[in-house]
Structure formats: C-alpha cells, structure tokens
C-alpha cells in the first residue's frame, strides 16, 4: 500500500475538500486526485464519493481512515523521534587520548558533556599506547604528528606548541641556560618514546630553522606526566606541550627559558573511521573539543 497516498487520503477525509488539502499538502488538485485514484485501484475498492460541490468517503474508505490514522500518527512520532535520536548524542562514545593532554584538556570537556547530554556516556582511555582504532572498538583517537592511515579520517586540531621550562629553585641553584649550546651542563629530563625506544629529541627553532637536539640528563621517563611533577619539583629543565605547564608557569611556579628558539608545534588530529563520522555523539565531542584552546 502507498503511505504517502494514504496519508493524502487522510487529509482529504479532514478538510472534506481536494481544493484544501491540495493546498495544505502543497500540491495541484489534479496531482492529488491522481494519488487517490492509484490508490483505489491499488486495493480494488472506491474510498471518496467525488461530485462538483463536496466530497464524502465512502463506508470502505471511513474503514480505511479510521483504521489507518493512528498508525500514520505514530509513523510521524517515531520519525519525529529517529530524527532528535540522531541529531542528539547518546549511548557510549569511546575515545582514546595521550594520558597528559587527556587529563589537562580532554577531562573538562567529556565532564561537561556528560552534564548536559545525560542519555550519553564516554569511555576514556588515557594512554601514550598507541590503540587500534577499529579492532579495539573506539569511535575516535587523538593522535598527535602525521596521520599515515589512509583508512581513517583524521580531522586537524589546533596543533600543541613546545615550551622550554625550569622551576625558580632550580635556576637558582645552576642558573639558567642562555643558548641551547649551555643545555648540555645541564639535567635536562628525558622521556623514552614508546614506540622507537628512543630518548625524545628536544625540538627549537635556530635562527628561522627547525632544530632537533638530543640532550643528557640522569632522569627518564616513560609517560609526561611524570615529566611534569619533576620539573614542578626543581630536578631539571624539561621540554613540553605549553597545556601541560600552563597553569605553573602563570602562577610562577616554572618559568620559560630559551624563549628566543621557541616556535615548534606538532600536529594533533582527531582521528575517527569514516563508519563513525555521522554520529552525533562523536560530531558533538568534536565540536566541544574545537571550542578549547591549548
């Protein structure tokens, strides 16, 4: 059966009139009439009783109307429903974020979401791992550098900028390194790459050139979080992303040396499977995350 006819059928049987309902459907009278009278040859029966000044349904057609409105009713209801589902994040979004960015910069964000959308819930896994995407079920990743996989999208973010920094107490007691050549009388704190098993090189701008220097020092880390708390302690100078050391370094807790050889970024992108890009839960996380500065 036709819905679409019937529910032409329906209207016709409330205003009692082709000419209005013709115009509330937004159609030519001769396009409506044709829709019924498909209809009724369709089901083999006549359902209107036509004449120049009125039009009445007929006992088959007043079956048809009665028995049929409540379901066209409860049609719209439910795509009315279907479509707020679907422009309304709901049910588990699962993410994956490097552990010091997602607790800095991630954890507010996903807090307030799960605040105002209560029929949403997030599953954040913190981790400088590097997950798969598909096989370990997430909807999206951050990842920071180049994305190699041509399989997956991989939406840019503001990229993270490198900041060069050392506690008060420990400048005092060694003073503070004027150009990158004084780094190396220095306990300059290292974290070991995951991935390579190498020490992270530490990453300047040298007269307009990008410049990767390997320094030395007696603590290493695996994570920056670590990172963090020693610097914060006054054990060494230390190279991070300008969002982790944010706060310390405007209450005076750290402060910024080497200014001159600043100006590096890495890329960060948020990366999802094109299966995932309609979903409203992942369109409203990406919005959120895009209205956060760091």
Not at 152 to 169: E, G, H, K
Not at 197 to 220: H, Y
Not at 246 to 273: C, F, N, T
């Amino acid at each position: 059966m036709d819905l679409n006819a019937l529910r032409l059928l329906v209207r016709v049987a409330e205003t009692r009139s082709f000419t209005r309902a013709a115009g509330d459907l937004g159609l030519t009278q001769s396009g409506l009439s044709r829709a019924i009278s498909r209809l009724e040859q369709q089901l083999g029966v006549r359902l209107l009783q036509r004449n120049t000044r009125s039009v009445s349904l007929t006992p088959d057609g007043q079956m048809l109307v009665e028995r049929a409105g409540p379901l066209l009713a409860e049609l719209v209801q439910t795509e009315s429903l279907l479509l707020e589902r679907r422009d309304s994040p709901t049910g588990v979004l699962k993410i994956s974020t490097p552990s010091l960015f997602g607790r800095k910069v991630v954890m507010p964000v996903i807090g307030g979401l799960t605040e105002r959308y209560p029929a949403l819930s997030i599953e954040a896994v913190m981790t400088d791992r590097i997950v798969d995407i598909v096989d370990e079920g997430f909807d999206a990743v951050l990842r920071t550098g180049t994305i190699q996989d041509q399989r997956l999208i991989a939406r840019p973010l503001a990229p993270l900028r490198w900041v060069t920094v050392a506690a008060p107490a420990y400048l005092e007691r060694h003073g503070t390194p004027r150009d990158l050549a004084e780094l190396q009388r220095h306990n300059c704190l290292a974290v070991r790459n995951l991935r390579s098993g190498r020490l992270v090189e530490w990453q300047f701008m040298d007269q307009g050139k990008p410049l990767d220097l390997a320094v030395t020092g007696r603590l290493i880390f695996d994570i920056g979080d670590a990172l963090v708390d020693a610097v914060l302690g006054g054990f060494g100078i230390a190279q991070l992303m300008e969002f982790a050391v944010r706060e310390a370094l405007d209450d005076g807790r750290l402060r910024p040396i080497l200014q001159p050889y600043d100006g590096r970024s890495r890329e960060l992108s948020l990366v999802y499977p094109p299966s995932r890009q309609c979903s409203a839960k992942l369109t409203t996380f990406a919005a959120a995350l895009g209205q956060v500065s760091w």
